[in-house]
């Protein structure tokens, strides 16, 4: 009997289980964030563009941790609000790190930020105090991770040397809760080897 006949009839026989737990460790939350939101150039614009070069905001270098029960994700801030004059930007402008505290929450089956707080290390000025208030409602409207999406990549990737194929379906992220090591999300979900 091969090895993969029975992997597959163990499967097939085991009882029908409801719900799994997900664990996402930081560093995964780091690469997923690169590829899904730090997407141009290692960069997440915020306000304006890279053709913008006066009038732009970004984030780059993400890192993702646990503090007191919440997601922080650690980062760079560049940004100016300016006009180009004679060649040269003029008006306000600043480049510091940051962290950026917040509840992992489900909305619309996508993992997605509430609570959040910004906290520049003790820096403050005008510019800062903006900045900090913007990227709060930023993050908290747009920032999404697609789990389903994800989940079906992995699931279903196709090993070309495999006499089957795994099928995704039913989908439902439900809850996230944050631990020191991990992202822990309690998904549902059948997996249909074919």
């Given at each position: 009997m091969s090895r993969r006949f029975v992997v597959l009839m163990v499967l097939a026989a085991a009882p029908a289980a409801r719900g799994a737990e997900v664990r996402l460790t930081y560093g995964a939350?780091?690469?997923l964030?690169?590829?899904q939101v730090f997407?141009?150039?290692g960069r997440k614009y915020v306000s304006g563009g890279k053709d913008k070069r006066c009038d732009n905001a970004y984030l780059e270098r993400p890192a993702a941790g646990?503090?007191?029960g919440q997601l922080i994700v650690k980062a760079r801030f560049s940004g100016r609000k300016g006009l180009d004059v004679f060649g040269r930007c003029v008006g306000l402008g600043d480049a510091f790190d940051l962290t950026v505290a917040a509840t992992p929450v489900v909305k619309r089956g996508k993992l997605a930020l509430a609570d959040v707080r910004i906290d520049t290390g003790g820096k403050d000025s005008f510019y800062i105090r903006r900045v900090r208030?913007?990227?709060s409602e930023s993050l908290e409207k747009e920032f999404s991770l697609d789990m389903a999406s994800?989940?079906?990549e992995l699931l279903e990737e196709r090993d070309p040397r495999a006499a089957f194929r795994r099928r995704l379906s039913g989908f439902?992220?439900?809850q996230v809760k944050v631990t020191r090591e991990a992202v822990i999300l309690d998904v549902d979900f059948a997996l249909t080897v074919e």
């Open positions: 939350i780091g690469r964030m690169a590829d997407t141009q150039e646990e503090w007191n208030k913007a990227l994800r989940a079906r439902e992220f439900r």
